[in-house]
Structure formats: C-alpha cells, structure tokens
C-alpha cells in the first residue's frame, strides 16, 4: 500500500491489536470488561474528534489522524470491543447465526473498516455492496481460524462451533477436550464447515475487482493464504487435533504473488460477467 493508506491501516490494526490483547491476556473478567471500557471511551474521543497530535497514547493519535482523512466506520470498532467482550464473558453459540454475529464483530468488521481506507473503484458494479463482500470475507477468514485452533480454543474454555452441528456430528466432547469421541464423525463436521467457508470466500472475493490494484492485492494475498489453508484441512481434518495448521514458506509466496500480480482479482471479474 501506498504510504498515505498504509498508516490508517497500521492505526487500525494497532487498536484491533490493543483489544484482542485485552481478551486473550491473563486479567480476570472484572479487569478485562473495565479495560475494554476505556477502549470503548477512547473511540468516542476519537469520533468526537478530541484527541489532540501531541496526546501521549500514539495510538489515538493515529487512529484520530486516520479517522479525519478517510471515511472510516468508526463504529466498527465498538464492534470489534462487543465482540470480545462474548469472548471475556465465555459466550457459546448453538446455531451459525449466533456464530456468524461473534464473526462479524471480530473478523467481518475488520474488513468494513479497511474498506474505509482502501475505497472502491469509480463506476464498478455493485459498489454499494463492497460492505457486504468485505464483511462476508471476514466471516470466511474467521471461520477457517476458528477451524485451526480447535484444539488450542478448548484448552483455554472457548467453544466457537455451533453447538447443534457438534451434536449433529457426535462431537460434544470436542467442546471439552479439544478432541472427538471413538465414532464420532469428526471429519464430516470439519468439511461440513469447510463447505461453508469455501461459500463465504466465493462471496467474498468479489470485492476484487471492486478495488485499485494495490488494494486487491493486500485482499487476495490475505485472503488467498486463509483459502489454501482451508483446503489443507479440509484435505486432512484431524490434522487440527495434533497441532497448528499452517501452509509451508513456498506455497504462502506463490499465494502473495498471484495477488500481487492480480491473478485472483481478474480470475473473479471474468467469472461475474460470464
């Protein structure tokens, strides 16, 4: 990205960054829920436009810089801080839309607020609906996360997968154990979800060609990295039971390059005007 785009986004991921630390660090609930607070207080001096250029907390000072020249959905944000805040209190979730709200306030609002930086290309069709595809990817990057960490989310007392499919599937005990039951049909539960990511991505990329080269590129690099480890699991699902799934150095650079070349953005502009 060009340096102009790239602070905003810098500001935006050290913000992200401060909260997601909030949640995921050792503070008891009481600790985390008054830290998220001042979180939440700090975006409204930001939006309100009362963080001065010499405050002492750089990162208000970027995020307010980078609020006053593009148009970010500062809200956003307040929901990115409701979205760990279902984390702190241990939220769990029976059905898809109730995941798919805990996905939309920590991964598809990522996406929405980027949008306000990257903008969309003058007179690209559908381009009231680049919210929508930027949001619906966050949901696809999300949901393949929430697949690879399985195991490491049980053993901290998280449960992201709906609780009726793991039921549906026999495995109740993954919820506990970070591991299915003898019988159990693990592997059907694991492409079960990967058939839903790979329909939130297809909805998803089709905010490429909707964006400037350097944009799309950040997109798909990203995204196309998330995408391949997708299919890596989906290829062998109890991979994500012995340890963290990640794509091998030479596929991630094959990833990048498609997206810095464009490969992806084209490869989906040519499938919407078929």
Not at 59 to 77: E, K, N, S
Not at 95 to 114: I, K, M, N, P, Q
Not at 179 to 190: H, M, R
Request: proline residues 7%; hydrophobic residues 45%.
């Amino acid at each position: 990205m060009p340096p102009a785009k790239r602070q905003p986004l810098y500001a935006l991921y050290a913000f992200a960054r401060r909260v997601d630390d909030i949640g995921d660090g050792d503070l008891g609930t009481e600790a985390k829920e008054a830290r998220l607070a001042e979180a939440r207080a700090l975006l409204g001096r930001v939006r309100a436009g009362e963080v001065p250029e010499d405050a002492t907390d750089p990162v208000a000072v970027a995020l307010g810089d980078a609020t006053r020249r593009f148009p970010i959905p500062v809200d956003g944000l307040d929901e990115l801080i409701d979205g760990v805040l279902m984390d702190v209190r241990g939220h769990t979730y029976e059905t898809w839309e109730d995941l798919r709200l805990y996905c939309r306030r920590v991964a598809g609002v990522v996406g929405r607020l980027s949008l306000g930086v990257f903008g969309t290309l003058p007179g690209v069709p559908d381009a009231e609906r680049a919210p929508e595809f930027a949001d619906t990817l966050g949901l696809a990057l999300q949901l393949t996360n929430i697949l690879r960490d399985v195991r490491e989310d049980a053993a901290r007392g998280r449960t992201y997968l709906p609780a009726g499919e793991l039921r549906t599937f026999g495995c109740e005990a993954v919820a506990t154990r970070g591991a299915p039951p003898p019988g159990a049909d693990f592997a059907g539960l694991v492409r079960f979800q990967a058939a839903r990511a790979r329909r939130l991505f297809a909805e998803g990329f089709r905010l490429l060609p909707q964006l400037d080269r350097r944009s799309a590129a950040c997109v798909a690099a990203m995204a196309g990295i998330y995408r391949r480890l997708l299919e890596r699991i989906a290829a062998d699902p109890r991979a994500v039971l012995r340890g963290r799934v990640s794509l091998p150095a030479p596929q991630k650079v094959l990833v990048a390059v498609r997206g810095l070349s464009g490969v992806d953005a084209r490869r989906v502009a040519r499938r919407q005007h078929r």
